[in-house]
């Protein structure tokens, strides 16, 4: 019941901070308004920023739990809600902001998605912001190389197919990723479990008849579906590499983990449904 509630309140905060989008629109509707936006844009999302840090803060500053998920939920949120109005009032920086979106909503809808669907392994680790320091440097890679380009090679971000492309292939990928923790549900932990928990069973229908790590095929295909719609050649080819790398070590040690877990029926599972990652085959027991 508690979980629930945490799902509620990082849903409210991260709509609260996202709420940003609509100034615009209210501003034009409201025409007399008009000016406080043209004129005095950076006030009032300053002022947004600290009317809801300030009024989350209040309110949940006695329950440290929910304070903690406030501040990561509502600042998504608004950095989410930053990275819309970039797409929409910058031709230069636009791509940015689509990257802005694809990221925040990334790690917001971790959390959400996991309350939703395996509250007890809920923590604030569910956002997965302090990921690994190779996700840092790849995140921040991926900044310089658009900022330098953008800057010596201003031509570089201006195809639009590409980085329709890219977005596609982000929508997409995030989308399989929250499926496939929609479909496993409890059986899905953002750890590899070493120990079988009780209650765990083997996972074999919907997206998991399709892919044996659809999770994975979601989040790598996000990845380079990032990196494309920057149009960032260099960053492109190393999440290739690193991500392929990453999630083949992963797949194997995990696979380890589900044979010891569910035997036979396991091996029969990995006869019948590929990886979904291109020749990654995972942990082949040698008879
Ligand atoms: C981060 S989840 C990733 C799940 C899966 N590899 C995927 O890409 O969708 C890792 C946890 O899921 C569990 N898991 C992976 N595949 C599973 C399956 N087919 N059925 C049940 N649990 C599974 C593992 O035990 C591990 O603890």
Redesign the pocket.
């Known amino acids: 019941m508690a979980m629930i509630r945490q799902a509620r309140i990082s849903l409210l905060s991260f709509c609260a901070g996202s709420s940003l989008i609509l100034f615009p629109l209210v501003f034009h509707c409201l025409s007399f308004l008009y000016f406080l936006w043209r004129d005095l844009w950076l006030a009032v999302l300053l002022i947004h920023f600290v009317a809801v840090n300030g009024v989350f803060s209040a309110v949940y500053v006695h329950q440290k739990d929910s304070y903690r998920v406030v501040v990561r939920a509502g600042n998504l949120g608004i950095t989410f809600g930053l990275g819309f109005l970039l797409s929409m009032y910058s031709t230069r920086w636009s791509l940015f902001g689509w990257y802005i979106m694809s990221l925040t909503f990334f790690h917001w809808s971790e959390y959400q998605m996991t309350a939703m669907t395996n509250p007890k392994s809920l923590t604030l680790e569910s956002f997965l912001l302090d990921h690994s320091r190779e996700y840092k440097i790849a995140a921040a890679a991926s900044c310089v190389e658009f900022f330098v380009e953008a800057l010596l090679l201003p031509s570089m971000t201006t195809f639009r197919y590409i980085s329709l492309l890219g977005a596609m292939m982000a929508v997409g990928g995030d989308f399989l990723?929250k499926l496939?923790?929609w479909?496993?549900r409890t059986?899905?932990?953002?750890?590899?479990?070493?120990t079988?928990q009780d209650g765990?069973?083997?996972?074999?229908w919907g997206?998991?008849s399709v892919?044996?790590?659809?999770?994975?095929?979601?989040?790598y295909c996000w990845s380079l579906g990032t990196q494309v719609m920057l149009c960032n050649p260099i960053c492109l080819v190393m999440y290739a590499v690193v991500s392929w790398k990453f999630f083949s070590e992963?797949?194997f040690d995990?696979?380890i983990?589900?044979l010891n877990?569910?035997g036979e029926d396991?091996l029969d599972?990995q006869r019948k449904v590929p990886t979904?990652i291109p020749f990654i085959y995972g942990y082949k027991q040698l008879l």
Do not use: D
Not at 211 to 219: E, I
């Open positions: 990723r496939s923790m479909t496993a059986n899905f932990n953002h750890y590899i479990q070493h079988k765990h069973v083997l996972v074999t997206v998991y892919f044996r790590h659809p999770s994975y095929v979601g989040w992963r797949i995990e696979e983990c589900l877990f569910f396991y599972y979904g």
